[in-house]
């Protein structure tokens, strides 16, 4: 049973499909999609699976449950790639040249083309001063500094997350340490997913309240067309509903 995001834990529909025990998921019916030259709505299903097939997941649709199987069929298309000769990861969409590298640490699979944060981002000297960002302020909402699977994001990233959060004034409680996971690894399955659940809503909290006491924190939304604008869109409306919350 995934994880509903706390905004639509009334919400009529119900996800039908078998996603991993630790994705987090949101849904809507009439989601605004930014076009090329045009926008149009369409019911949406969004998935951040959290288990190194895809790092997000959006399925399109007349119907919310026609989203969902879209955005499934992704899932188990990721998944395939990932259990049978494992993701090739990218900075940039093709090996081409004159395609633009990412530099926040998104990646695409060259083999399946999934995307997810795998890489740490291109980080440039004095990096540390520079404000928190709203990529910054998503990962942290989705209790990214806690990390289950550990293999596929670097210690060091999350580390210097937690820390810049602090640093910046959201108030996140402090994840277990790596060596504490291996005590986890005897908790049972039932009772360390409700600690994880508690973390992730802490820091939804925490993230809300630094939106609430810093009016000045404008989200933007990154120009240009495909995934990268896609994925800024969304973060900026995950963070305005945090801020209204
Ligand atoms: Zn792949």
Same mark, same amino acid.
């Given at each position: 049973?995934?994880?509903?995001? *706390? ?25 605004? &999609? %930014?076009?090329?030259?045009? *926008? ?13 097939? !895809? ?11 026609? !989203?969902?199987?879209?955005? #499934? ?9 990932? *259990? ?30 999934? #995307? ?6 291109? &980080?440039?000297?004095?990096g540390w001063k520079k404000p928190i960002?709203?990529?910054e302020l998503d990962a942290i909402s989705?209790? =990214?500094?806690?990390?289950?699977? =550990?293999?596929? &994001? ?12 602090? /640093?910046?004034? /959201? ?12 005590? %986890? ?8 997913? !409700?600690? $994880?659940?508690? $973390? &992730? *809503?802490?820091? +939804?909290?925490?993230? !809300? ?6 009016? +000045? ?7 240009? /067309? ?5 994925? =800024?869109?969304? /973060? ?8 209204? =919350?």
């Amino acid at each position: 049973m995934a994880i509903i995001r *706390s905004h639509l834990t009334g919400h009529p529909y119900k996800p039908r499909r078998e996603w991993p025990d630790q994705a987090h998921v949101q849904w809507g019916g009439h989601g605004l &999609v %930014f076009g090329e030259g045009k *926008s149009y709505n369409t019911a949406f299903f969004e998935a951040f699976p959290r288990d190194g097939t !895809a790092g997000f997941i959006r399925g399109e649709g007349a119907t919310i449950a026609d !989203a969902e199987d879209n955005a #499934f069929a992704q899932w188990e298309k990721f998944f395939e790639c990932k *259990s049978h000769g494992g993701h090739q990861w990218g900075r940039s969409r093709r090996r081409a040249v004159g395609d633009k590298p990412y530099t926040n640490g998104g990646c695409f699979c060259r083999r399946c083309g999934a #995307f997810e944060t795998v890489m740490q981002p291109i &980080v440039e000297l004095g990096g540390w001063k520079k404000p928190i960002s709203d990529m910054e302020l998503d990962a942290i909402s989705l209790g =990214s500094t806690w990390n289950m699977n =550990s293999q596929k &994001v670097p210690e060091k990233f999350q580390k210097r997350l937690f820390l810049r959060a602090r /640093v910046f004034g /959201v108030n996140i409680p402090k994840p277990p340490s790596f060596d504490e996971y291996e005590e %986890f690894a005897g908790t049972r399955k039932r009772e360390m997913r !409700a600690l $994880y659940r508690e $973390y &992730v *809503s802490s820091c +939804e909290r925490a993230v !809300a309240q630094y939106l609430k006491d810093k009016p +000045e924190q404008e989200s933007a939304v990154i120009e240009g /067309v495909g995934t990268e604008r896609l994925f =800024s869109c969304l /973060v900026a409306s995950r963070l305005k509903k945090l801020k209204e =919350s």
